[in-house]
């Protein structure tokens, strides 16, 4: 079947402006997950989801970024008022059901604030 | 303050030998961890895992142990071969204590050459 989906592929922006990451996870898992990898690091846990609700946000670097998960399955990561230092690689994985389920990764979205 | 530590950037393996990458972990709360192949442009690959009360989880060519006093981990790969050759990340998570997120190493770059 499908795996998880991330569009757009590249986002370049100027700093300052809005952006949204849009995340389509595996037909029915119920958890979703966004990390951030910057270069030369491991992914960073941001936030997951359980269903529509943020079960856990502690790793969303501060106010500007945010996510929702309206329906249970696609999911937005917003960020307002882009810096240089969110230039990464947004990585989006989902799993069945519990957390405990491996998690499935996306390609993810390179965001490059200019 | 990195709590996973992949110590080695990049190792480098001839074709049918053994690849032994390794991971060093710091919380001792972890009690969960998992392996992780990435291929460029691409996302991250669950390959194998392993739960505290174990020492050993094997998957075909894949064995990972599990040293829990010393906080260390690793992953053999045997044979090699020259598919295996990525950005291979260590995990963990404290699932006892009802997180579910991924905090993972900076990755080490194996390359298997024919």
């Known amino acids: 079947g499908a795996g998880v989906s991330q569009t757009p592929s590249n986002k370049v922006t100027e700093k300052g402006k809005y952006v949204e990451l849009r995340c389509d996870p595996i037909s029915g898992h119920t958890a979703l997950y966004w990390y951030r990898q910057s270069l030369g690091q491991g992914p960073e846990f941001l936030i997951y989801?359980?269903?529509?609700?943020?079960?856990?946000d502690s790793g969303l670097p501060n106010d500007r970024f945010f996510a929702v998960r309206p329906e249970g399955s696609v999911s937005t990561l917003k960020i307002q008022r882009t810096e240089r230092g969110d230039s990464a690689v947004y990585l989006c994985?989902?799993?069945?059901?519990?957390?405990?389920?491996?998690?499935?990764f996306g390609p993810g979205t390179r965001l490059t604030v200019l | 303050d990195q709590q996973v530590k992949q110590n080695s950037p990049s190792l480098s393996v001839q074709e049918g030998r053994i690849s032994i990458l390794n991971c060093d972990y710091t919380n001792s709360m972890f009690d969960y961890f998992l392996w992780y192949k990435k291929y460029p442009a691409e996302g991250p690959t669950f390959l194998i895992s392993i739960s505290s009360i174990k020492d050993k989880n094997e998957d075909g060519r894949f064995t990972v142990f599990l040293n829990k006093s010393a906080k260390h981990l690793s992953l053999h790969i045997v044979p090699s071969q020259p598919g295996d050759s990525a950005v291979y990340f260590c995990?963990?998570?404290?699932?006892?204590?009802?997180?579910?997120?991924?905090?993972f190493g900076k990755g080490t770059k194996l390359s298997v050459i024919p």
């Open positions: 989801f359980q269903g529509t609700g943020a079960a856990d």
């Open positions: 994985a989902s799993s069945q059901g519990r957390g405990t389920d491996t998690q499935y």
């Open positions: 995990a963990a998570s404290e699932r006892g204590a009802g997180s579910y997120q991924l905090t």
